[in-house]
T-cell receptor
Framework: GAGVSQSPSNKVTEKGKDVELRCDPISGHTALYWYRQSLGQGLEFLIYFQGNSAPDKSGLPSDRFSAERTGGSVSTLTIQRTQQEDSAVYLC????????????FGPGTRLTVT | AQSVTQPDIHITVSEGASLELRCNYSYGATPYLFWYVQSPGQGLQLLLKYFSGDTLVQGIKGFEAEFKRSQSSFNLRKPSVHWSDAAEYFCAVGARSNDYKLSFGAGTTVTVRA
């Protein structure tokens, strides 16, 4: 079946612009996660959605970052007024249930801020 | 909060030789433990996981890992590597008190030489 998809695969933007990154989770997966992978670093948790519950935004690095999940499916991560330090690969994952931990990852969006 | 250390940034191994990747974690209790692999341009794929029970865990692609509580380690092994095993490997930890956030190590890049 289809896995987690993300778009765009690459995004180059100028400093100060806003960007939107999209994630399509696996159908039926109720949990959705966003991570950031900076060069030479591990993955950094950003935000988590589970069903209709309020998202856990504790990993968002600043108020320039926000995310929403519409209809319990597609999610959009928005970065406002991008900075060069936002350059990274943004990974989305989904899982069937939170207690399962088996998160299925998308290929990521590589964001470059110039 | 839990944390993960992967001491080896880069390992080079000959095809057919054995491979061991180290992972040490810091957490006050027994965590959930995972190994993921990331091939270039790909998302992360789950290799194996430890939740409880037998401390030697078998995964996909011929990999295994052993949980050693006394050493706070969860090292990944493969008896005979293939050229296709060249990738980046991430160890991850999840707290049992919080069943969705994963903390990842910085990763180990494996190069396989012919």
């Amino acid at each position: 079946g289809a896995g987690v998809s993300q778009s765009p695969s690459n995004k180059v933007t100028e400093k100060g612009k806003d960007v939107e990154l999209r994630c399509d989770p696996i159908s039926g997966h109720t949990a959705l996660y966003w991570y950031r992978q900076s060069l030479g670093q591990g993955l950094e948790f950003l935000i988590y959605f589970q069903g209709n519950s309020a998202p856990d935004k504790s990993g968002l690095p600043s108020d320039r970052f926000s995310a929403e999940r519409t209809g319990g499916s597609v999610s959009t991560l928005t970065i406002q007024r991008t900075q060069q330090e936002d350059s990274a690969v943004y990974l989305c994952a989904s899982s069937l249930r939170t207690s399962g931990y088996e998160q299925y990852f998308g290929p990521g969006t590589r964001l470059t801020v110039t | 909060a839990q944390s993960v250390t992967q001491p080896d940034i880069h390992i080079t191994v000959s095809e057919g030789a054995s491979l061991e990747l180290r992972c040490n974690y810091s957490y006050g209790a027994t965590p959930y433990l995972f190994w993921y692999v990331q091939s270039p341009g790909q998302g992360l794929q789950l290799l194996l996981k430890y939740f409880s029970g037998d401390t030697l865990v078998q995964g996909i692609k011929g990999f295994e890992a052993e949980f050693k509580r006394s050493q706070s380690s969860f090292n990944l092994r493969k008896p005979s590597v293939h050229w296709s095993d060249a990738a980046e490997y991430f160890c991850a930890v999840g707290a049992r008190s919080n069943d969705y956030k994963l903390s990842f190590g910085a990763g180990t890049t494996v190069t396989v030489r012919a």
